[in-house]
């Protein structure tokens, strides 16, 4: 079954960087492309950056464009959020997600980034 853990977040002060790793299993990584999501309080999930299965990036918000970096090591079988500067407004709750016929979530990770 398809399982998506992801790792890494916690609090980082404003202008700080965290990297993300989302850890994959159950289905062919090498030939799926992945997402990172994010849900502030309040608000609706909404997507941050996918990575196609040949590594390139797209879909990346233009809230983040220049400051985060989608990646993937498909040796090990995970995809990386490198976030970089970041902004009170970047906090929320990180999902990985992959589209299997339909879409999987990870159970999420926390950033904080605060003061």
């Known amino acids: 079954q398809v399982q998506l853990v992801e790792s890494g977040g916690g609090l980082v002060q404003p202008g700080g960087s965290l990297r993300l790793s989302c850890a994959a299993s159950?289905?062919?990584?090498?030939?799926?492309?992945m997402s990172w999501y994010r849900q502030a309080p309040g608000k609706e999930r909404e997507l941050v950056a996918t990575?196609?299965?040949?590594?390139?990036?797209?879909n990346v918000a233009d809230s983040v464009k220049g400051r985060f970096t989608i990646s993937r090591d498909t040796a090990k079988n995970t995809v990386y959020l490198q976030m970089n500067s970041v902004k009170p407004e970047d906090t929320a709750v990180y999902y990985c997600?992959?589209?299997?016929?339909?879409?999987?979530w990870g159970q999420g990770t926390q950033v904080t980034v605060s003061s």
């Open positions: 159950g289905f062919t990584f090498s030939n799926s492309a």
């Open positions: 997600s992959t589209f299997r016929l339909r879409r999987y």
């Open positions: 990575i196609t299965s040949v590594g390139i990036s797209t």
